[in-house]
């Protein structure tokens, strides 16, 4: 079975900083490119971040741009992600969902598998 688990998510007041992860198991992942989206109340999901199988690429909505980093651990036969997310803003409220896909273009429009969401909530 495909799981992707994430974790990390909480309060925070605005300007503060939370790591999310999200670990792969039930298949390899290594060779899968890997990503967060995200959707707050009200709103459609939408596109935060994607890394290549290797992490050798990355890719950021514009809205998060140097302030959210994406990064991954495939050593060792563990497949996990991460996204550092910095200077927090009450409009990066929303619950956030890992994804994966073998195609980094999918990955970004229609992932084949998902996580279940962490809630991550900012204040004000």
């Known amino acids: 079975q495909v799981q992707l688990a994430e974790s990390g998510g909480g309060l925070v007041q605005a300007g503060g900083s939370l790591r999310l992860s999200c670990a792969a198991s039930?298949?390899?992942?290594?060779?899968?490119?890997m990503g967060w989206f995200r959707q707050a109340p009200g709103k459609e999901r939408e596109f935060v971040a994607a890394?290549?199988?290797?992490?050798?690429?990355?890719?950021?909505a514009d809205s998060v741009k140097g302030r959210f980093t994406i990064s991954r651990d495939n050593a060792n036969d563990t497949d996990t992600i991460y996204l550092q997310m910095n200077s927090l803003k009450y409009e990066d409220t929303a619950v956030y969902y890992c994804?994966?896909?073998?195609?980094?273009?999918?990955?970004?429009?229609?992932?084949?598998?998902w996580g279940q969401g962490t809630q991550v909530t900012v204040s004000s």
């Open positions: 039930g298949r390899t992942f290594s060779r899968y490119a």
């Open positions: 890394i290549t199988w290797r992490g050798g690429s990355t890719n950021y």
């Open positions: 994804a994966a896909d073998a195609n980094i273009a999918r990955l970004r429009s229609r992932p084949t598998y």
